[in-house]
């Protein structure tokens, strides 16, 4: 059995390592597999992946400890490289675990803050130091308010600098938790003094104000339970100076302040808007002009009139907004295709009253490419692959005469 030093005393980051075991695949339930190799000591400062919280990671000797896990009464640490048994210098990467410190004790504040102020319960949390943490709560959704109040309640703790104690009790009933722990015996208490008890086995900062600060960057809907997404202590700076930089920099390619960024955008988007719908009349405007030209050349065939064009790399949508616009004429008949050099694009469109059916126009058109579309007497749409397109209107006529 592995005696948990970090319980005690999560401040402690350089100890002697005494190497007393090995753990090979055969001999653990938790993969070991190629990653490197699993030593046991009598008693470690290094925590081991579990309530949520990710594993310390360091050095023993020479070695990097890459991973560490728990396997029944004993805790399991990973090695880059094989150690043998005996006494080594063993330093937890401080960074990596205030970090989890900070995060998890940040997410004991924001859940006693939700239950304290909202009433809401935390179902389950994530606790990362590398990667914004999570925390659910019983409820669909949350408004800006009430993220405000949360915020600035939390943040009032973490301010005050209130105590954060850890120790054990025999009897649970002995202590007010929160959430009152589901299993009996001796129970590892979290505590934020005169706020809030949880039952937690991670490690946490002697003090609030080490927590530095905490802010919800965003939330999102998961089944029927909102989940938070935050940040906190070292980094939140590192958040807050990644959205400051993207701030200041919208702002310089604006040439406005910072603080102005925001009405400058909105007046943006109005003048985008009004842009698009003057464009939008301007297209349609061409698209006008260019169908009346296309009607004046149009080929006679008996009753009916003709108008082919091919177009390069015309877009599909526009073939059939002229063609359509084309069979407000009397009597036209229109095979307008559109090629790229690997891929033809077909819409034919027959005037009302034309015997001619668009459709079968449309397949005969696209019989040669082996092409595939479809339509109805009025208007069919269509394409394929191709090589060469020189004679798509080749047979047209003889095809409406038939």
Request: some cysteine; aromatic content about 8%; hydrophobic content about 35%.
């Amino acid at each position: 059995m592995t005696k948990k030093l970090y319980f005690d005393d999560p401040m402690t980051t350089e100890f002697t390592a005494e190497i007393v075991g090995m753990r090979r695949d055969e001999h653990t339930s938790t993969k070991l597999s190629a990653r490197g190799f699993g030593v046991i000591l009598p008693s470690t400062f290094f925590y081991p992946t579990g309530g949520g919280q990710s594993n310390d990671i360091g050095s023993i000797g020479s070695a990097r400890v890459v991973d560490v896990f728990a396997d029944g009464d004993e805790i399991v640490h990973l090695l880059d490289k094989e150690l043998k048994n005996g006494s080594y210098p063993a330093k937890i990467d401080w960074n990596r675990r205030l970090a989890n410190m900070q995060h998890h004790s940040g997410q004991h504040i924001f859940s006693a803050v939700f239950w304290h102020e909202l009433g809401l319960e935390t179902l389950s949390s994530h606790i990362s130091g590398s990667a914004p943490s999570t925390i659910d709560f019983n409820k669909a959704s949350l408004s800006a308010k009430e993220i405000a109040l949360a915020e600035q309640k939390a943040n009032e703790i973490i301010f005050e600098n209130r105590k954060m104690r850890a120790y054990f009790v025999e009897n649970k009933d002995s202590v007010d938790f929160r959430r009152p722990p589901k299993v009996d015996g001796e129970i590892r208490v979290i505590e934020i003094d005169g706020y809030d008890y949880s039952a937690c086995g991670g490690t946490h900062v002697p003090q609030t104000g080490m927590v530095g600060s905490l802010k919800i960057l965003r939330t999102e809907r998961v089944n029927k339970k909102i989940r938070i997404h935050f940040v906190a202590g070292s980094q939140s700076l590192t958040f807050f100076n990644k959205f400051q930089n993207a701030a200041q920099d919208t702002a310089n390619l604006l040439k406005v302040g910072v603080d102005d960024v925001s009405e400058y955008v909105e007046n943006l988007q109005i003048q985008l808007k009004e842009t698009q719908n003057e464009l939008k009349k301007l297209r349609e405007m061409k698209l006008n002009i260019e169908v009346d030209k296309m009607a004046q050349h149009a080929e006679e065939i008996g009753e009916t009139w003709l108008v082919t064009k091919l177009f390069e790399k015309r877009n599909p949508a526009e073939l059939r907004a002229l063609a359509m616009k084309l069979r407000n004429y009397p009597n036209i008949i229109a095979v307008l295709a559109s090629f790229d050099g690997e891929k033809l694009s077909l819409v034919t469109a027959c005037a009302e009253g034309i015997t001619v059916s668009a459709n079968d126009l449309l397949q005969k058109h696209l019989a040669p490419f082996n092409g595939r579309g479809g339509g109805d007497k009025s208007v069919a749409q269509g394409g394929g692959t191709a090589n060469d397109v020189g004679e798509l209107f080749k047979n047209t006529t003889t095809m409406i005469q038939n």
